[in-house]
């Protein structure tokens, strides 16, 4: 198989790497104090006693989440015990079948 004969131009290089004569910085050991507290960015005094500081347990036990009206279910209940009404519900027959097991 016949070689095609060189060429004339300079052997290819591969290009010029812009970042290997960049200067690099002689590295410098950085000391930070750890010892003292730095506030947070945007750190303010939150108020403990605002609705977004509570605990959850403590936001399902407040009366403010209800507007202080039942909601209306709660309310139908509510008004059927009073009236004598027996709760229908499977918890309970289900609770005193499993305590007489016992």
Known sequence: ?????????????????????????????RRVDTTQKHPAPNAE?????SPEARLPHERDQSVDMTDGEPRPEIQQAHDDL???????DRGTP???AYQKQK
């Open 1 to 29: 198989m016949p070689t095609s004969p060189p060429s004339s131009s300079s052997p290819a290089r591969p290009p010029a790497d812009p970042t290997a004569s960049a200067h690099v910085p002689e590295r410098v050991e």
């Open 82 to 88: 009073e009236r004598g009404l027996k709760d229908t």
């Open 45 to 49: 005094q939150k108020d403990l006693n």
């Open 94 to 96: 289900a609770h005193e």
